[in-house]
């Protein structure tokens, strides 16, 4: 069974820092691209990155680029994603994503990055 | 890159079918076969219903659809069901090698 576990979430200040993962299991992680999407509360699905099989290809939306990088260790079956400069409008429910044609098939529950003073 | 635009809400009543659009423009849906679309319960992870424009992933129903014509893709469900009120969002592919979602659309069943 596919599973996709993320962690790291948590309340911090604006200016602040935090690293997200997402640990994978269930298929050949290093297979895959891999994805983060995140949703505002209330609010709609934002992509915000992807990561090739490698981890030597990455990109980013332009709303997040310069403050956050996607990053992987195939040997520990798990996806990051570092994230620098937060605003109050980072916070957000952050989903990975396991790439699959161009489409999501599984998703993680998500993990919560609240930014607020 | 801007947000694909989708209708805010779409309603129907038991067994009627409903269509949900999205536009973008030529340098997403209209430059690709890589729009998917997805279902999202309240307080729940998203889940793909279509792929690819029109692919249906193993064990979606055969009452959800997908087209597109030009920079417009729609998802059609037929047979409306209760459990279909949710929110759905479609995604493509863009010539930035990016992706992006739409805006969602509210799906109401009356």
């Known amino acids: 069974e596919v599973q996709l576990v993320e962690s790291g979430g948590n309340l911090v200040q604006p200016g602040g820092s935090l690293r997200l993962s997402c640990v994978a299991s269930?298929?050949?992680?290093?297979?895959?691209?891999m994805h983060w999407v995140r949703q505002a509360p209330g609010k709609g699905l934002v992509w915000v990155s992807q990561i090739n099989p490698d981890g030597r290809i990455t990109t980013y939306a332009e709303s997040v680029k310069g403050r956050i990088s996607i990053s992987r260790d195939n040997t520990k079956n798990t996806l990051y994603l570092d994230m620098n400069s937060l605003r109050a409008d980072d916070t957000a429910m952050y989903y990975c994503?396991?790439?699959?044609?161009?489409?999501?098939?599984?998703w993680g529950q998500g993990t919560l990055v609240t930014v607020s003073s | 890159q801007s947000a694909l635009t989708q209708p805010a809400s779409v309603s129907g009543s038991p067994g009627q079918s409903i269509t949900i659009s999205c536009t973008g423009t030529?340098?997403?849906?209209?430059?690709?076969?890589?729009v998917s679309w997805y279902q999202q319960h309240p307080g729940k992870a998203p889940k793909v219903m279509i792929y690819?424009?029109?692919n249906r992933p193993s064990g979606v129903s055969n009452r959800f659809s997908g087209s597109k014509s030009g920079n417009t893709a729609s998802l059609t469900i037929s047979g409306l069901q209760a459990e279909d009120e949710a929110d759905y969002y479609c995604?493509?592919?863009?010539?930035?090698?990016?992706?992006?979602f739409g805006t969602g659309t509210k799906v109401t069943v009356l």
């Open positions: 030529s340098s997403d849906i209209g430059g690709y076969n890589y």
């Open positions: 269930g298929f050949t992680f290093s297979s895959h691209w």
């Open positions: 994503a396991r790439g699959d044609n161009w489409h999501y098939q599984y």
């Open positions: 690819e424009v029109s």
């Open positions: 995604n493509s592919y863009t010539s930035s090698d990016t992706y992006v």
